[in-house]
């Protein structure tokens, strides 16, 4: 009983603070890329997510929508309907 009451304050605290899954330092509900280390944040688009996740770096896309799931995000992939042309 007294193990579940501890389990669950860790639990608390870790979901209040925060994970840092990509270790990069940035605690995943601040870090732009959550699940890829980037210390400098950087957001060329300035849509919310880091160039380094970013599925079109360079035009901003919040839905990072990619139908053919090549990769590619609808917005920078000139067919988005064939993965095999970006
Ligand atoms: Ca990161
Ligand atoms: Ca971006
Ligand atoms: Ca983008
Ligand atoms: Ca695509």
Known sequence: MRTT???CISLMLLIAVGCDT???GIFDPADNC???ANI???DSDLDGFGDVCD???EDANV???DQDGD???AACDSND???FVQ
Do not use: R, W
């Open 5 to 7: 009451s501890i389990i």
């Open 22 to 24: 990509d270790m990069d």
């Open 34 to 36: 959550p699940t890829m």
């Open 40 to 42: 400098n944040q950087a």
């Open 55 to 57: 599925n079109c770096p």
């Open 63 to 65: 839905d990072q929508a």
């Open 71 to 73: 990769g590619a995000g």
């Open 81 to 83: 309907l064939n993965p």
